[in-house]
């Protein structure tokens, strides 16, 4: 009965190519978020959505592009992958923008390496 | 540019004893604070918050301080218990939490039997 999954779980590729994550809640949150985190360990956004619209969007490359379907869904397309992209991205979600009293739900991560 | 900083990579601690972590941060318009726990091959968890308007908030085991002046916060857990042993991050926000969080590094916290 997992509130927030993310597939797959672990991701391993070749430079160059193109992948998606895929996110999914059950909260019924209407905002949710990528986060990354890196190899010194720092958990960084990327990307939030609310409702399906675009509220956030950090200093990321444009080879990731966020896509929400609905707003239980939110994936990760990353296309022509480079090594700098190997790390952990987290999917999670919160009610509102994850103000006071609405923390945020993580999944578990995927772990991206790039070979 | 690191606004929130967790100084301390790893903490030991014996059960039963008092866990503090420690966490600065340099951004004066930060207003809401968090704690987030995470354990290995698993996204981090709640545990515990704090707004600008409060110097202390407890929730059961878990105490979370925050002094303003030295834009400093820290968790205390006691007593500690090896289901303890984890990640804890510290987090902070502007805006009451509806701008985006800032993270720390991390501190991971080991409870030892």
């Known amino acids: 009965d997992t509130a927030v999954s993310q597939t797959p779980k672990y991701l391993v590729t070749q430079m160059g190519n193109d992948k998606s994550i895929k996110c999914e809640q059950n909260?019924?949150?209407?905002?949710m978020y990528w986060y990354k985190q890196d190899s010194k360990k720092f958990l960084k956004i990327m990307f939030s959505y609310n409702n399906k619209e675009l509220i956030i969007n950090e200093t990321v490359p444009n080879r990731f592009s966020p896509k929400s379907p609905d707003k239980a869904h939110l994936n990760l397309h990353i296309n022509s992958l480079e090594l700098g992209d190997s790390a952990v991205y987290f999917c999670?979600?919160?009610?509102?923008?994850?103000?006071?009293?609405?923390?945020?739900?993580f999944g578990n991560g995927t772990r991206l390496t790039v070979t | 540019d690191q606004q929130v900083k967790q100084n301390s990579p790893s903490l030991s601690v014996q059960e039963g004893r008092i866990s503090i972590l420690n966490c600065d941060y340099t951004?004066?318009?930060?207003?809401?604070f968090l704690w987030y726990k995470k354990y290995p091959a698993e996204g981090p968890t709640f545990l515990i918050s704090?707004?600008?308007?409060?110097d202390k908030n407890e929730d059961g085991r878990f105490t979370v301080f925050l002094n303003k002046s030295a834009k400093h916060l820290s968790l205390h857990i006691v007593p500690s218990q090896p289901g303890d042993s984890a990640v804890y991050f510290c987090?902070?926000?502007?805006?009451?939490?509806?701008?985006?969080?800032?993270f720390g590094t991390g501190t991971r916290l080991t409870i030892i039997p």
């Open positions: 999670a979600s919160s009610q509102g923008e994850g103000g006071y009293n609405s923390p945020l739900h």
């Open positions: 704090i707004s600008s308007i409060k």
């Open positions: 909260l019924g949150h209407d905002t």
């Open positions: 987090a902070a926000s502007a805006n009451f939490g509806n701008e985006k969080l800032t």
């Open positions: 951004n004066s318009m930060f207003d809401y």
